[in-house]
């Protein structure tokens, strides 16, 4: 899949769908999207509080005592830690 196509219609609705019945398969998708193009999230057209706050979620997810999958957690704290640099750099100029 290429970046562009992340937005479609199509895979829009498919991930509406999964979020919806099948909760697990969608963050995993998600997760698999984040890990594959975290750049995209820095020009993704949603404000930074709701990129985070959606991160988070993902996070809270994996850290669930059934699942327990820290490596996930830590490469999105990491996705976050860098959206908070770049925050702090445009602050400043």
């Not at 937005?7 to 998600?30: G, Q, S």
């Not at 997760?31 to 993902?58: G, H, Q």
């Not at 704290?77 to 860098?82: G, P």
């Amino acid at each position: 899949m290429k970046p562009e196509d992340l937005h479609n219609k199509d895979n829009i609705a498919k991930m509406a769908l999964l979020k919806e019945y099948d909760y697990d398969a969608f963050i995993r998708v998600l997760y698999k999207s984040i890990e594959s193009f975290p750049d995209r999230i820095k020009v993704d057209p949603y404000l930074r509080e709701s990129k985070v706050s959606a991160l988070y979620k993902v996070i809270e997810y994996f850290k669930q005592d059934d699942i327990q999958e820290f490596e996930k957690c830590a490469l999105i704290q990491k996705i976050i830690d860098d959206l908070d640099k770049d925050d702090i750099s445009d602050s400043s100029e």
